[in-house]
Protein backbone atom coordinates (compact mmCIF):
# COMPACT_ATOMS: atom_id res chain seq x y z
CA UNK A 1 0.00 0.00 0.00
CA UNK A 2 1.09 3.57 -0.14
CA UNK A 3 3.18 4.40 2.71
CA UNK A 4 5.82 6.90 4.58
CA UNK A 5 8.17 5.26 6.22
CA UNK A 6 11.39 6.06 8.54
CA UNK A 7 14.55 3.81 7.88
CA UNK A 8 15.84 4.41 11.48
CA UNK A 9 13.76 4.51 14.46
CA UNK A 10 16.55 6.04 16.83
CA UNK A 11 19.78 8.35 15.38
CA UNK A 12 22.60 8.91 17.82
CA UNK A 13 24.92 11.66 16.58
CA UNK A 14 27.58 14.03 18.55
CA UNK A 15 27.08 17.43 19.07
CA UNK A 16 28.35 19.62 16.40
CA UNK A 17 28.39 16.88 13.98
CA UNK A 18 25.98 16.75 10.68
CA UNK A 19 22.66 14.26 10.85
CA UNK A 20 20.74 12.68 8.36
CA UNK A 21 17.61 11.69 9.01
CA UNK A 22 16.15 9.54 6.08
CA UNK A 23 12.72 8.77 4.99
CA UNK A 24 11.16 6.49 2.04
CA UNK A 25 7.78 6.86 0.16
CA UNK A 26 5.93 4.94 -1.93
CA UNK A 27 3.35 6.87 -3.54
CA UNK A 28 4.60 8.36 -6.68
CA UNK A 29 2.00 10.80 -6.85
CA UNK A 30 2.67 12.48 -3.97
CA UNK A 31 4.00 16.01 -4.73
CA UNK A 32 4.73 17.84 -1.88
CA UNK A 33 6.93 16.90 1.41
CA UNK A 34 7.02 17.94 4.88
CA UNK A 35 9.52 18.22 7.60
CA UNK A 36 8.32 18.37 11.32
CA UNK A 37 10.16 18.46 14.34
CA UNK A 38 8.56 17.17 17.91
CA UNK A 39 10.00 18.02 20.94
CA UNK A 40 9.00 16.23 24.03
CA UNK A 41 5.08 17.23 25.34
CA UNK A 42 4.92 19.37 22.46
CA UNK A 43 2.87 19.11 19.05
CA UNK A 44 4.66 19.01 15.59
CA UNK A 45 6.52 21.86 14.29
CA UNK A 46 7.28 22.99 10.93
CA UNK A 47 10.71 22.48 9.54
CA UNK A 48 10.77 22.58 5.75
CA UNK A 49 8.91 21.69 2.93
CA UNK A 50 10.10 20.60 -0.39
CA UNK A 51 8.06 19.91 -3.86
CA UNK A 52 8.26 17.42 -6.14
CA UNK A 53 10.07 19.68 -8.85
CA UNK A 54 12.81 20.91 -6.70
CA UNK A 55 15.85 18.23 -5.86
CA UNK A 56 16.78 20.16 -2.83
CA UNK A 57 16.28 23.10 -0.53
CA UNK A 58 18.10 24.48 2.23
CA UNK A 59 16.90 26.36 5.62
CA UNK A 60 18.94 27.71 8.65
CA UNK A 61 21.31 24.58 9.15
CA UNK A 62 18.54 22.12 7.37
CA UNK A 63 18.55 20.63 3.97
CA UNK A 64 15.79 18.61 2.71
CA UNK A 65 17.09 16.50 -0.44
CA UNK A 66 14.32 15.03 -3.07
CA UNK A 67 15.55 11.93 -4.50
CA UNK A 68 12.32 11.15 -7.01
CA UNK A 69 14.01 8.15 -8.97
CA UNK A 70 14.33 5.87 -5.74
CA UNK A 71 11.70 7.68 -3.90
CA UNK A 72 13.40 8.99 -0.82
CA UNK A 73 13.81 11.97 0.98
CA UNK A 74 16.05 13.02 3.14
CA UNK A 75 16.47 15.82 6.31
CA UNK A 76 20.04 17.14 7.07
CA UNK A 77 20.95 19.23 10.37
CA UNK A 78 23.91 21.11 9.99
CA UNK A 79 26.38 21.34 12.83
CA UNK A 80 23.66 19.44 15.30
CA UNK A 81 23.11 21.28 18.83
CA UNK A 82 21.54 19.53 22.08
CA UNK A 83 18.20 21.56 21.26
CA UNK A 84 17.78 19.40 17.99
CA UNK A 85 17.16 16.43 19.86
CA UNK A 86 13.43 15.32 19.12
CA UNK A 87 11.22 13.30 16.97
CA UNK A 88 11.29 13.99 13.31
CA UNK A 89 8.53 13.23 10.90
CA UNK A 90 8.78 13.21 7.40
CA UNK A 91 4.98 13.93 5.64
CA UNK A 92 3.94 13.46 2.10
CA UNK A 93 1.37 15.45 0.48
CA UNK A 94 -1.06 12.69 -1.09
CA UNK A 95 -3.23 13.84 -4.02
CA UNK A 96 -6.61 12.69 -4.60
CA UNK A 97 -10.30 13.73 -3.97
CA UNK A 98 -9.42 17.11 -4.58
CA UNK A 99 -7.79 16.91 -0.87
CA UNK A 100 -4.69 17.53 0.73
CA UNK A 101 -4.14 15.23 3.19
CA UNK A 102 -0.85 14.86 4.69
CA UNK A 103 0.46 11.49 5.65
CA UNK A 104 2.93 11.09 8.55
CA UNK A 105 5.81 8.30 8.87
CA UNK A 106 5.83 6.79 12.47
CA UNK A 107 9.25 9.07 13.39
CA UNK A 108 12.76 9.29 14.24
CA UNK A 109 14.37 9.82 17.04
CA UNK A 110 17.39 12.36 17.43
CA UNK A 111 19.32 12.09 20.26
CA UNK A 112 22.52 14.42 20.77
CA UNK A 113 25.22 14.17 22.95
CA UNK A 114 26.90 16.35 24.19
CA UNK B 1 2.36 27.18 18.07
CA UNK B 2 0.73 29.30 20.27
CA UNK B 3 -1.87 30.36 17.39
CA UNK B 4 -3.40 26.42 17.96
CA UNK B 5 -4.81 25.96 21.55
CA UNK B 6 -6.04 22.96 22.41
CA UNK B 7 -8.04 22.15 25.75
CA UNK B 8 -7.72 20.24 27.87
CA UNK B 9 -4.08 19.35 27.73
CA UNK B 10 -5.21 16.23 30.01
CA UNK B 11 -7.61 14.35 30.52
CA UNK B 12 -8.60 11.21 32.36
CA UNK B 13 -11.96 9.55 31.94
CA UNK B 14 -13.90 5.96 32.43
CA UNK B 15 -14.83 4.02 29.40
CA UNK B 16 -18.07 4.69 27.93
CA UNK B 17 -17.88 8.36 29.29
CA UNK B 18 -18.54 11.24 26.53
CA UNK B 19 -15.61 13.77 26.48
CA UNK B 20 -15.02 16.60 24.03
CA UNK B 21 -11.80 17.89 23.15
CA UNK B 22 -11.69 21.55 21.93
CA UNK B 23 -9.18 23.23 19.05
CA UNK B 24 -9.01 26.87 18.75
CA UNK B 25 -6.86 29.04 16.00
CA UNK B 26 -5.99 32.73 15.58
CA UNK B 27 -4.48 31.84 12.45
CA UNK B 28 -7.42 32.37 10.14
CA UNK B 29 -6.85 29.50 8.13
CA UNK B 30 -9.62 27.42 6.73
CA UNK B 31 -8.98 24.06 7.44
CA UNK B 32 -8.64 22.09 10.46
CA UNK B 33 -7.91 18.50 11.38
CA UNK B 34 -7.78 16.16 14.08
CA UNK B 35 -4.92 13.63 14.50
CA UNK B 36 -4.34 10.68 16.94
CA UNK B 37 -0.81 9.89 17.92
CA UNK B 38 -0.17 6.91 19.34
CA UNK B 39 3.61 5.64 20.30
CA UNK B 40 5.42 4.03 17.79
CA UNK B 41 3.16 5.47 15.39
CA UNK B 42 2.85 8.34 12.97
CA UNK B 43 0.16 10.55 13.51
CA UNK B 44 -3.22 9.41 11.77
CA UNK B 45 -6.06 11.80 10.58
CA UNK B 46 -9.19 10.94 12.71
CA UNK B 47 -11.49 13.56 10.95
CA UNK B 48 -10.89 17.87 8.95
CA UNK B 49 -12.89 20.30 8.04
CA UNK B 50 -11.99 22.29 4.91
CA UNK B 51 -15.00 25.29 5.75
CA UNK B 52 -17.52 25.38 8.25
CA UNK B 53 -19.81 23.39 6.15
CA UNK B 54 -17.46 20.73 5.39
CA UNK B 55 -16.61 17.98 7.33
CA UNK B 56 -14.79 14.82 6.01
CA UNK B 57 -13.89 10.90 7.62
CA UNK B 58 -10.20 10.79 8.14
CA UNK B 59 -8.61 7.04 7.81
CA UNK B 60 -9.47 6.29 11.71
CA UNK B 61 -13.06 8.46 12.44
CA UNK B 62 -14.60 5.20 13.75
CA UNK B 63 -15.74 6.30 17.39
CA UNK B 64 -15.52 9.82 16.68
CA UNK B 65 -17.64 12.87 15.73
CA UNK B 66 -16.57 16.36 15.38
CA UNK B 67 -18.00 19.84 15.13
CA UNK B 68 -17.09 23.20 13.12
CA UNK B 69 -18.50 25.56 15.18
CA UNK B 70 -17.13 28.43 13.89
CA UNK B 71 -13.86 28.97 11.56
CA UNK B 72 -11.50 29.32 14.22
CA UNK B 73 -12.99 26.50 16.45
CA UNK B 74 -12.81 22.36 15.32
CA UNK B 75 -13.85 19.85 18.80
CA UNK B 76 -13.73 16.18 18.87
CA UNK B 77 -15.97 14.20 20.54
CA UNK B 78 -15.70 10.56 21.54
CA UNK B 79 -19.18 10.01 22.47
CA UNK B 80 -18.55 6.62 24.26
CA UNK B 81 -14.84 6.67 25.08
CA UNK B 82 -12.71 3.22 25.25
CA UNK B 83 -9.36 2.06 26.50
CA UNK B 84 -8.26 2.04 23.16
CA UNK B 85 -8.63 5.29 22.91
CA UNK B 86 -5.95 6.25 24.96
CA UNK B 87 -3.50 8.37 22.63
CA UNK B 88 -2.06 12.19 21.88
CA UNK B 89 -4.34 14.32 20.06
CA UNK B 90 -3.41 17.20 18.11
CA UNK B 91 -5.39 19.52 16.17
CA UNK B 92 -4.35 21.64 13.07
CA UNK B 93 -4.79 24.27 10.88
CA UNK B 94 -3.80 24.95 7.27
CA UNK B 95 -4.43 27.77 4.41
CA UNK B 96 -5.36 26.00 0.95
CA UNK B 97 -4.03 22.64 2.12
CA UNK B 98 -0.21 21.54 2.32
CA UNK B 99 1.42 23.11 5.27
CA UNK B 100 -0.12 22.27 8.46
CA UNK B 101 0.77 23.87 12.03
CA UNK B 102 -0.38 21.82 15.04
CA UNK B 103 -1.52 22.64 18.28
CA UNK B 104 0.28 21.23 21.76
CA UNK B 105 -1.72 18.16 21.99
CA UNK B 106 -4.33 16.55 24.62
CA UNK B 107 -3.60 13.68 26.70
CA UNK B 108 -5.92 11.40 26.90
CA UNK B 109 -6.41 8.27 29.53
CA UNK B 110 -9.42 5.90 28.96
CA UNK B 111 -9.49 3.71 32.01
Known amino acids: GESVGLHLPTLSVQEGDNSIINCAYSNSASDYFIWYKQESGKGPQFIID?????DKRQGQRVTVLLNKTVKHLSLQIAATQPGDSAVYFC?????????????FGSGTRLLVRP | DADVTQTPRNRITKTGKRIMLECSQT?????MYWYRQDPGLGLRLIYYSFDVKDINKGEISDGYSVSRQAQAKFSLSLESAIPNQTALYFCATSERGETQYFGPGTRLLVL
Open chain 2, 27 to 31: KGHDR
Open chain 1, 91 to 103: AENKRGDSSYKLI
Open chain 1, 50 to 54: IRSNM
